[in-house]
């Protein structure tokens, strides 16, 4: 794993200074979905510090064995209304609102806890119907309407773009995000900070990077294969 996380960050380190940014802006999202507490434990000790989790029920388990570890827990899945009390508690950034319902009952869920809960809106670029995502178009209204939450706060957005692992066909849709970060922040809406960007996985981060990527979400190239 550590020759893995090495290559890693190789790639990530070429791929910013390709596009003169400095490596150090880009967060590597360590993607443990599916691997054992004991994993996720070595991932830790040769460096690793985020780690992003696609199921609740699975990432409870291995958030509460993992308690004493320095260590930011990233919601990278999709999350139901009902699960929102469970993710509150757990995580501290959830890449994956896309709806005020949701936004709303996190809020309420992070009011009862004394938390300001950190998100990211999830935009479905491509407008994929198989994939959740608000629409580029109405992502202005939605982080406005989010933004009067007291206890939710808004830090940029994510995407998953068809043609996953396919750089030079994704990569306009990176760029789209970007866009679409850069048009929202533009507006100065208060409570919203629009700078992260997460986008970017085994396959296409460097692409995401070229694109201005501040968050990437790396399983397969870290951990190996999933069963
Ligand atoms: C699984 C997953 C990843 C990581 O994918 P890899 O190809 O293994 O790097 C990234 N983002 C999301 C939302 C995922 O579900």
Known sequence: MKERL????????????ACNRPASDVRLVAVSKTMPVEIVKQAIDIGLTDFGENYIQEARDK??????????????????????????????????????????????????????????IQVNVAKEESKSGVY???????????????????????TMPPYFNAPDKVRPFFKALRQLRDQIRSEDIPNVEMEALSMGMTGDFEAAIAEGATMVRVGTAIFGERH
């Open 63 to 120: 958030i509460a064995a993992l308690r004493a570890q320095p260590v930011t827990w990233h919601y990278i899945g999709h999350l139901q209304s009902n699960k929102a009390k469970y993710a509150v508690r757990m995580f501290d950034l959830i890449h994956s609102v896309d709806s005020l319902k949701l936004a709303k009952e996190l809020d309420k869920y992070a009011k009862k806890i004394d938390k300001v809960q950190e998100i990211l």
């Open 6 to 17: 090495e290559r890693v960050q190789e790639r990530i380190r070429q791929a910013a200074e």
């Open 136 to 158: 580029g178009e109405d992502t202005l209204q939605l982080v406005k309407d989010i933004a009067r939450l007291e206890n939710v706060a808004v830090k940029g957005l994510m």
